[in-house]
């Protein structure tokens, strides 16, 4: 073949490739999070929510631009970095141009970095990033990138507001810090050191710690240690099978202080957990869900537990991940990943809990209101893995007020 005939057939390849996804009867949204392993209950009930929120909130509605369709497609990363860069070619391949990741931030940074690449190389062929749980504060920061937005607050805006409940609690003089040994887990410890610092210079850290995530079997000795160290508190990041084995150890110790905590509701923790953690567990979120904020949000909770009984609404923001996408891609007329990009970048978009949002433009970071629950068996209308215990709102911080600062230098796309 001739240059100038591979030029051409090269050139018929992209305007094809182009078009296919504007065109396309369905948009694929490729699901890449661990299916099995220690942390399965965790993205299988991120799955659940993804498929039901796409059917819901687009395809029971006639789709977005004249019937187009959401198709949520599972890969199994095995919660590993290189197991996800080896799912990303993949899903790349069946023509998936939307990844969702939230379970690790070593998955996200991994994930986010080949995306840059890969949409640099392949301009014809991009992929959009739309992160719903990874946190590490670094991904809006110093490694903010066009093609990855964020629709979970970062670890540090969480802990911004839990040292907000933190500091009126004149009884906490020593605080331990626990949480899994990777990015993310470090971005939680310093963060706490920040803040307490800041708001409630006189409490001491007593303890520091970070284990191997997905690795304990047994947190008793971590739980024992904890007691040693005379605590009035906790706080931690652990999520899944982590902060199940840590919630379960420091019950059996008989450990009778606030935990304040990032994910230690559903898959499995609430019930293990159960009447140990009443009054005890504190969690930092996005969308109150006791009492329920608007009809609204309780018709599509209670629709998705007909659908999934024996799952849970654990994480809003995947409903906010479809709803901005499809309005992202009604407003741009166009289902092509450079065009929904232009329209996420500064978006307002008024979630089922009736609270305004917005994608700051600076650093695909989602600005949106959090709020902090309790545990408990009183007040609850939504209860958590079928227990009869939930995530009841104590106090809520205002949008504008979670909005910290960012040092993302953004590059964007000609």
């Given at each position: 073949?001739?240059?100038k ?7 018929v ?14 948009v694929?949204i490729?699901?890449i ?8 209950s965790t ?7 993804y498929q039901f ?10 789709g977005?631009?004249d ?42 940074n ?11 190389r ?10 719903y ?11 903010c ?12 805006i ?13 009884d ?26 800041q ?7 007593v303890?520091?710690?970070l ?42 110790t ?27 567990i ?36 995947i ?22 990009a ?73």
């Amino acid at each position: 073949m001739t240059i100038k005939s591979t030029f051409v057939a090269g050139a018929v390849f992209a305007t094809m490739s182009a078009f296919s996804v504007q065109a396309a009867d369905v948009v694929k949204i490729g699901f890449i999070d661990p299916l099995s392993g220690p942390f399965a209950s965790t993205g299988t009930n991120g799955l659940a929510q993804y498929q039901f929120a796409a059917e819901e909130l687009v395809n029971k509605k006639g789709g977005i631009l004249d019937g187009v369709k959401f198709e949520i497609v599972p890969y199994d990363n095995k919660i590993s970095p290189k197991e996800s860069l080896v799912q990303l070619k993949r899903a790349i391949g069946e023509d998936v141009h939307y990844i969702v990741q939230g379970n690790s931030s070593g998955v996200a940074n991994a994930l986010t970095d080949a995306i840059k690449k890969h949409n640099r190389r392949n301009p014809d062929s991009r992929v959009l990033f739309l992160n719903y749980s990874a946190v590490d504060p670094a991904l809006t920061n110093e490694k903010c990138n066009y093609w990855h937005f964020r629709f979970d607050a970062n670890a540090d805006i969480k802990m911004n507001a839990l040292t907000e409940v933190i500091k009126v609690r004149d009884d906490i003089k020593k605080v331990y810090l626990i949480g899994q040994d990777y990015s993310f887990g470090k971005a939680v410890a310093k963060a706490a050191v920040t803040f307490l610092k800041q708001k409630r210079p006189d409490i001491t850290i007593v303890g520091n710690e970070l284990h191997p995530i997905g690795k304990v079997k047994d947190f008793t000795p971590y739980a024992t240690k904890i007691r040693a160290s005379g605590a009035d508190a906790v706080i931690t990041g652990n999520w899944g099978a982590d902060m199940v084995g840590l919630g379960k150890a420091i019950g059996d110790t008989g450990l009778d202080i606030p935990i304040y905590t990032y994910y230690a509701a559903n898959d499995g923790i609430t019930k293990t957990i159960g009447e140990g953690g009443k009054d005890k567990i504190r969690l930092v979120h996005e969308g109150p869900v006791n009492p329920p904020s608007t009809p609204e949000y309780s018709a599509y909770h209670t629709a998705f537990k007909a659908k999934f009984p024996e799952k849970d609404v654990s994480q809003f923001r995947i409903a906010n991940v479809i709803g901005m996408l499809a309005a992202a891609m009604e407003k741009a007329g166009s289902t092509k990943p450079i065009d929904v990009a232009a329209q996420l970048e500064g978006m307002e978009f008024t979630t089922l809990h009736g609270e305004n949002v917005v994608m700051r433009a600076e650093d695909h970071q989602l600005i949106q209101p959090i709020h902090v629950s309790v545990h408990t068996n009183e007040g609850i209308t939504f209860d958590s893995d079928n227990s009869g215990y939930g995530m009841k709102t104590e106090m809520s911080v205002a949008a504008a007020d979670t909005a910290l600062p960012t040092t993302c230098k953004m590059k964007r796309p000609k």
